[in-house]
């Protein structure tokens, strides 16, 4: 098991890594002022319910903690409005107060709806995040919390920092490789934009997702956590560094908008939007990665190397306007130095135009 504080510029707050973590839960509650007695509402969805609140909750039963449960659909779509206005409703029904606590067990779904309600509720109480996807090393620390609405995703939101995070890598056995692989692409962009020698670990360690188990898994998290940690640490509310955890994502959030958000999972078109960004950087840097091979390796995982026949790169490019990196309507994307090495660049339409095109005939 592995324990360390997590800070941030506003709060610093434990996190638990480890096959087992959810059994720890109790003695972490009581170090954080939540005797025994206190209400607490786990907010889960209906796979990841089937799966472990009965355990969870037995868990924080025996410790004489007063446990309510909520499941929401599982799926995007579930960050809806009205699953927000239910969990407040439950939440309300229950008697929370000030001092109870809601703990969000599930993927970056549930904890991003989690959040928010936990936000708001009676204008913010306390929450916990245990994460049980590897995408969600990437949504449990950093504060943000969101629902989506109709117009855009993520529209509705704050930031509000959990009191710990609980991390228990045995619940991830049961996450489908489409999944793991999505959260791999979140593990390797940490890597890229921050950290040579982790970048060099993932190469000679991780050859297929099938080394995305035990400690190798554990150290994934670890490391990501810890990237993403130090960059909102300097940056808590995204004025400046920050910016650098959306490598791939100016590329990558236009494919999934313009494919249908679930034609590819978030990390697949992050990936694609990672080798393009690469792409881009050597053409405007004027230097080459090929020694790396990044795409292979990228490939090796499964993760699509390129863009999809069917997508009008004219339209990516109207979409990657509207990223909220863009200012004014010129499309600023995260380039890559060195491994390890991020800058923001403006680039203008007519080379982004070219690029894609020639991205696209690769
Ligand atoms: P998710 O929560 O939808 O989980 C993916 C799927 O896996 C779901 O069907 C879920 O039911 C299932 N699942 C979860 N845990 C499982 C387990 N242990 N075993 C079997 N199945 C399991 O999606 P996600 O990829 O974890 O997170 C994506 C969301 O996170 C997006 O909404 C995104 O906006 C958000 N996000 C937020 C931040 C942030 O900073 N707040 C950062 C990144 C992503
Ligand atoms: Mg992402």
């Known amino acids: 098991m592995i324990e360390w504080m997590i800070e941030t510029a506003t709060k610093r707050y434990p996190l638990l890594l480890g096959d087992g973590a ?13 005797p025994p007695g206190t209400k607490l509402f786990i907010i889960t969805d209906d796979t990841v319910a089937p799966l472990y609140l009965d355990e969870v909750r037995a868990t924080l039963a025996a410790a004489e903690y007063d446990v309510y449960a909520y499941i929401i ?68 620390v950093g504060g943000k919390v969101a629902i989506n609405h109709p117009l855009g995703k993520n529209m509705i939101g704050a930031f509000h920092q959990p009191e710990a995070v609980v991390y228990d890598t045995s619940f991830l056995r049961t996450l489908p490789e489409r999944e793991l692989r999505s959260g791999f692409a979140e593990v390797i962009k940490h890597a ?39 960059v909102v640490r300097e940056d808590e509310k995204e004025t400046g560094v920050r910016a650098h955890l959306n490598f791939g994502h100016t590329l990558g959030h236009a494919l999934e908008s313009e494919l249908g958000y679930g034609a590819l999972t978030h990390g697949e078109a992050v990936a694609v939007g990672m080798l393009f960004a690469v792409f881009v950087s050597e053409r405007f840097y004027g230097r080459s990665f090929a020694e790396h091979r ?69």
């Open 22 to 34: 959810a059994r720890e839960l109790p003695s972490l509650l009581r170090s954080l002022a939540c």
């Open 73 to 140: 659909p599982s799926g995007e779509a579930a960050k809806s409005f009205d699953n927000y206005y239910a969990c407040q409703t439950a939440a309300i029904k229950c008697g929370l107060d000030r001092r109870s606590v809601i703990v969000a067990l599930g993927g970056g779904v549930v904890g991003d709806l989690a959040g928010f309600v936990a936000a708001t509720y009676m204008r913010g109480i306390r929450y916990i995040q245990m994460p049980t996807t590897l995408l969600a090393h990437d949504s449990a």
């Open 192 to 230: 890229l934009i921050r950290d040579r020698r982790f970048y060099d670990w993932l190469r000679a360690e991780i050859k297929t997702l099938a080394d995305l188990r035990g400690e190798k898994l554990a150290y994934c998290i670890e490391k990501g956590i810890d990237i993403k940690a130090s």
């Open 294 to 362: 990044l795409a292979d390796w990228f490939a090796g995982y499964g993760f699509p190397v390129s863009l999809p026949a069917a997508v009008q790169t004219r339209r990516l490019l109207e979409k990657m306007k509207g990223d909220k990196k863009a200012y004014a309507g010129t499309v600023r994307m995260v380039l890559l130095c060195e491994i390890g090495d991020v800058e923001v660049v403006e680039l203008e339409d007519d080379n982004l135009l070219t690029w894609l095109d020639e991205f696209s005939r690769q």
